[in-house]
């Protein structure tokens, strides 16, 4: 499979280059030359696999040949998550289903993509060395971080502000002690953090030198990692001979790509509800075709805090028919003046699939305390956000209500306990494994706000993932 950009000016590559490479040179983001196609008859061959094995079928297409033992890898990537099933489905009322994301060793859907991406990137590297930096509100650096420990030819600098990320998350982080790991807690907030992470990115000196590269969203790799679990949902409720509907609760819009992703592949879905809190650009866009940036406002689902959301690009070359001429404008003036229209044909075809959803705080807590009260079940902010969007889409009277529902379970809610408690009642406990986080010893450098303190910081990590030869 070749990869092509949106932006249709930056060099072809295959799948180990988009693997490295992240964002495409020309801005853009890169994405399969064509789609592959799963027919029902081959979608109806794939129930029953194993999880690992149904990941390296769906993903089989996108990796080629580029990783020759790539079914060990997905085998291996599973292995630590704590249930047998990977991404187990739970259902909480008639046609209603929950696809438990967060099984694996930070508590997070992230984990589903960066197991497997952190080993991809140990493997295409061979020989070679990368430092990878990131800033982080909480889930996406603990999640690298747990897949990047360790791995030979890796170094991992993660930014955070310090005192502004949850304490769970923060000691996920910084209580991996392996050498090629260096967490960063930053004077600042999470805004100065992106900045010094961009301004590192634009010192083309320090980023040669350290070979630095990102492990964010726009990574494709990602995604296609994220499309087999919702073939592991549909394929149990039924498809390819049954139409299911799926509820994300959405930032970067990456996770809802991927659903997307299997519905073009052949996956019979009926519908993908776009789950928002407070910062509801997404659900304005669908409401009334005005993708317009306000300020993001913090609330109780910190992970769906944004305003742009990068991955949405990719939807949009797909409804602008793969032009890239058309997409580079629209983009670009998004970036310029805060605000885009799409053309209203490409928003009608976008609006035949999507639907929009958002729950402010209040809302939040309501739904955390009514799914507690009614069914036992503890769900934290970012999952209840995307159930509550289930609920509200399964009540309009032109839905079929033989077509099963799942709303996408993000986060554990011990991940956000203190948020949970307050709501419910009850406060989650951490996953027997996780049990003695509060006791594990950190590491953490603390730094100004200020460009050479954090690329001193970077090249000592690189310096001291070379030093011990880190596989070893
Ligand atoms: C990252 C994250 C999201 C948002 O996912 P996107 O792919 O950015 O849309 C939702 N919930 C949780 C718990 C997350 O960590």
């Given amino acids: 499979m070749r990869y092509v950009s949106t932006r249709g000016q930056a060099p072809v590559f295959d799948f180990a280059g988009v693997l490295l490479a992240g964002l495409a040179e020309d801005g853009g983001l890169y994405v399969p030359e064509s789609w592959p196609s799963f027919s ?61 994301l967060f099984h694996g060793p930070t508590l997070a859907f992230k984990d589903l993509a960066l197991q497997l991406v952190g080993r991809l ?27 990047l420990k360790g791995r030979s030819g890796i170094a991992i600098a993660i930014l955070h502000p310090e005192g502004r990320v949850s304490e769970v998350q923060r000691r996920q982080m910084t209580t991996v002690l392996a050498p090629n790991v260096e967490n960063i807690a930053v004077r600042g907030s999470f805004d100065d953090c992106q900045d010094l992470v961009k301004s590192m990115f634009a010192d083309a000196e320090f980023r040669h030198a350290m070979r630095l590269s990102a492990v964010n969203s726009i990574n494709w790799a990602r995604i296609a ?70 300020p993001v406002e913090p609330s109780l689902s910190p992970s769906m805090d944004i305003q742009v959301s990068s991955n949405f690009e990719r939807l949009l070359f797909e409804l602008l028919d793969r032009d890239p001429a058309a997409v580079a404008p629209i983009v670009t003036g998004f970036r310029r003046d805060g605000r885009m229209a799409v053309p209203e044909a490409a928003w009608t075809r976008m609006r035949a699939l999507f639907q929009g959803f958002s729950l402010d705080d209040a809302g939040t807590e309501a739904e955390i305390a009514r799914l507690h009260r009614v069914s036992g079940y503890l769900a934290d902010p970012h999952s209840a956000i995307g159930i509550a969007a289930a609920r509200e889409a399964m009540l309009a009277a032109s839905v079929d209500r033989a077509v099963p529902m799942i709303a996408a379970a993000t986060a554990h809610p011990a991940k956000f306990a203190p948020a949970v408690a307050h709501a419910s009642g009850v406060s ?28 001193a910081l970077v090249a000592a990590v690189a310096e001291r993932a070379t030093r011990v030869g880190i596989a070893a």
């Avoid at 994300?248 to 299997?262: E, K, Q, R, S």
């Avoid at 052949?266 to 650009?281: E, H, Q, S």
């Avoid at 989650?428 to 953490?444: I, M, N, S």
């Fill in 225 to 294: 990692a994220q499309i087999p679990y919702y073939f592991a949902a549909a394929l149990s409720l039924g498809a390819p001979d049954r139409e299911v509907a799926f509820s994300v609760p959405t930032g970067n819009f990456g996770n809802i790509l991927a659903a997307w992703a299997a519905a073009r592949m052949g996956l019979p879905v009926a519908r993908l509800v776009v789950a928002c809190n407070r910062n509801d650009i997404l659900a304005r866009f669908l409401a009334a075709n005005d993708m317009s940036i306000r």
């Fill in 121 to 147: 990137f140990e493997r295409v590297l061979g020989a070679e060395r990368l430092t990878i930096v990131g800033a982080t509100s909480g889930d996406t650096g603990a999640a690298a971080i747990e897949a």
């Fill in 40 to 100: 029902p008859a081959e979608i109806r061959a794939l129930r029953g696999l194993p999880y690992p094995e149904l990941v390296a079928a769906i993903m089989a297409p996108f990796v080629g040949d580029a990783i020759p033992d790539f079914r060990r890898l997905c085998a291996d990537a599973y292995a630590g998550f704590d249930h047998p099933a990977v991404v187990p489905l739970v259902q909480l009322e008639t046609g209603l289903f929950v696809q438990e």
């Fill in 428 to 455: 989650p406990a951490l996953p027997a494994r996780l049990a003695d986080l509060y006791q594990r010893p950190e590491r953490c450098t603390v730094a100004e706000n200020s460009l050479p303190a954090v690329e």
